[in-house]
């Protein structure tokens, strides 16, 4: 894979836009995606295999190169898990103790991170517990969380972007009694299926590029994949199907729907909403997940489509893909569709325990995003930024104060968005998250718990989920302490302290623990 063009931080880049506005040289998009046709069956992940061994699930993952077949007759070098691209799909339930062996077979360093689990900061798989070439590494914990569908992918420090980029992703479904028992499509890979939505540049000799050219919010590609596949199609057989969206991409936010029907939202990022709403469109900011049920009529053929996506206040929507609108994934009705029920659920048992209350809440945070910083600081691996104790409750106000597109990620938690600018945010917003994206200038309100784990020196993240941004500093850290403990020091760290008036860092190396109470 090459790097096209030199660097250019990002007030440059957002200079040059201004320019071009000012001068009134507007196109309608200089990010175009191209037109194809729907001529691929759209690949389906498999699910991992696993083995249970002393109660533990157990699976394996390899991260690996290989050549991967985008465009016929073109080997595109790429990285994948257990395979050229992609990676499998890992399944576990609510209350499963789970174990993953992961190789790195890559010539670098790598990670992976388990993006939307709650789990120990050690087992976190982020920027502190990267995997070298030829290394093991064997993260352990227990499912608990509400069926949700989440994903993984490398989080080495400063390379994210380019690890992703390459093919390291992949699905981590959950389930519970409630999905168990919901009425809902469940057959995966047939009417319960992942679409990992994703967008490529390609050079002349068919191998991807990963622009590096100032352009925001980065690299920005004109061929659109689903599950690596492009102009993919899938075959449907029951009268709804059961989408479950992924935004893969680096920088492109997408705003899917079809054109000639509604959707029903059923879950985001953390799970199930209260009950189904209906939609035309839904916005995924890279990283954000929905789980979409459409109606489908006998013989019918219908596409998911990505509208020019809404990206709020940004100062040149054109340069940074909102007047782009294209077809992702034709669905292909059979001419006999077995039935399917309206989707409808119950409330998980362990629904009261996950519910987060505004009246509970200890401490409010604001975060405030500027070109590559948050809170006018750049990433430092030893400094812990924010220390949080175990069992608070808090609301996090979260704002953009740029005109380019950003979203917000936080490890270990899913929250729930309480106003956007003090209004009640939008039904797509009203489930569990883990990641938003922040219009600019408007205040999102995040409620959030931090429970079962305590570690004081290897920290989670926050950051922006737009990769290149995240890369180039745009993250902090966080440690979950006990009650009167103090944040230690980070792996690696220097005792660099902390910046939220909590005291100082205690010097030299401490041991990590985790535990879950």
């Avoid at 936010?253 to 199930?272: I, K, M, P």
């Amino acid at each position: 894979m090459r790097r096209a063009g030199a660097q250019a931080a990002g007030p440059a880049a957002l200079a040059l836009a201004l320019a071009l506005a000012g001068c009134g040289a507007i196109p309608g998009s200089v990010t175009p995606v191209d037109e194809t046709g729907f001529t691929n069956e759209l690949a389906i992940p498999p699910l991992a295999p696993s083995r249970v061994v002393d109660g533990t699930r157990v699976f394996e993952l390899t991260a690996q190169e290989g050549t991967t077949e985008f465009r016929p007759g073109v080997q595109t070098e790429t990285w994948g898990f257990n395979g050229s691209y992609l990676g499998p799909t890992l399944r576990a339930e609510r209350g499963e103790r789970v174990a993953v062996d992961f190789t790195n077979e890559l010539g670098e360093p790598t990670s992976v991170h388990w993006h939307g689990m709650h789990l120990p900061a050690a087992m976190d798989g982020g920027p502190h517990q990267e995997v070298g070439p030829g290394a093991t590494w064997r993260p352990t914990w227990e499912i608990d969380q509400p069926a949700a569908s989440l994903w993984y992918h490398p989080h080495p420090h400063g390379v994210t972007e380019e690890h992703v980029y390459r093919g390291l992703a992949g699905m981590f479904l959950l389930d519970d009694d409630a999905s168990r028992a919901a009425a809902l499509p469940q057959e995966y890979g047939v009417d319960d299926v992942p679409v990992i939505v994703q967008d490529k540049v390609f050079d002349d000799d068919g191998q991807l590029e990963l622009e590096d050219n100032g352009s925001e919010p980065g690299t920005l590609g004109g061929t659109v994949l689903a599950n690596g596949t492009a102009g993919a199609y899938h075959e449907v057989t029951t009268e709804r199907v059961r989408l479950r969206l992924l935004n893969g991409s680096t920088a492109r936010t997408y705003q899917l729907g079809f054109q000639d029907r509604d959707l029903e939202l059923v879950a985001t990022d953390g799970g199930l909403l209260d009950a189904p709403v209906t939609l035309e469109q839904v916005r995924l900011a890279p990283g954000e997940r929905a789980e979409v049920v459409v109606e489908m009529e006998p013989g019918e053929t219908t596409r998911l489509h990505s509208f020019e996506a809404d990206l709020g206040g940004v100062v040149v929507p054109f340069a940074m893909g909102g007047n782009d609108a294209f077809d992702v994934l034709e669905l292909r009705a059979a001419d006999e569709l077995t039935p399917s029920p309206e989707p409808a659920w119950e409330p998980s048992v362990h629904a009261a325990q996950d519910a987060l209350h505004e009246d509970s809440a200890a401490v409010t945070r604001t975060f405030a995003l500027d070109d590559r910083q948050i809170n006018g600081r750049r990433m430092d691996m030893g400094r812990i930024d924010e220390v949080v104790t175990e069992g608070d409750t808090e609301i996090w106000e979260v704002r953009s104060v740029v005109p380019m597109p950003h979203s917000f990620h936080v490890h270990d938690v899913q929250f729930r968005v309480l106003s956007v600018d003090g209004d009640a945010p939008p039904p797509e917003l009203a489930g569990p998250k883990d990641t938003v994206y922040l219009e600019p200038n408007r205040t999102y309100r995040l409620l959030m718990r931090f429970d079962d784990y305590t570690d004081p020196d290897v920290p989670y993240m926050f950051h922006c989920h737009m990769l290149l941004h995240e890369d180039e500093g745009m993250m902090g850290q966080f440690v979950v302490v006990g009650p009167g403990q103090e944040a230690g020091t980070p792996p690696g760290g220097h005792g660099g302290g902390h910046g939220d008036g909590h005291g100082d860092a205690h010097g030299g190396a401490a041991d990590a623990h985790t535990g879950h109470h």
